[in-house]
């Protein structure tokens, strides 16, 4: 049974930075972030593949950093530059299964609870 537990949300004004935290149990193959704002659809925000590479939104490139320390079995969203358009429930991912690439199939996909960024302009 996996387990992710995000932390680090908050509110800023445009221009600010935050870091969001997920803390993992249990087996996750790749791991990532995706949020979602009122009405809207989830988006991929930045993950992890298979292979270690590392994908961004277009909207976030340059601005955000994702990374892990597999010791702690912790993923983190550094977050920079940030707009208001940034403002939305951010998600902690973990994909379970064992061959391919990652997030392809959303019945392999487990979610944490969600942190609520907010960007004030």
């Known amino acids: 049974q996996v387990q992710l537990v995000e932390s680090g949300g908050g509110s800023v004004q445009a221009g600010g930075s935050l870091t969001l935290s997920c803390a993992a149990s249990?087996?996750?193959?790749?791991m990532g972030w995706f949020r979602q704002d009122l009405g809207k659809e989830y988006e991929g925000v930045a993950t992890?593949?298979?292979?270690?590479?590392?994908g961004y939104a277009d909207s976030v490139r340059g601005r955000f950093t994702i990374s892990q320390d597999n010791a702690k079995n912790t993923l983190y969203l550094q977050m920079m530059s940030l707009k208001p358009e940034d403002t939305a429930m951010y998600y902690c991912?973990?994909?379970?299964?064992?061959?391919?690439?990652?997030?392809?199939?959303?019945?392999?996909?487990?979610w944490g609870q969600g942190t609520q960024v907010t960007v004030s302009s």
């Open positions: 991912a973990a994909d379970v299964g064992s061959d391919g690439h990652c997030w392809e199939s959303a019945s392999l996909f487990r």
């Open positions: 249990g087996y996750t193959r790749c």
């Open positions: 992890f593949d298979s292979d270690g590479s590392i």
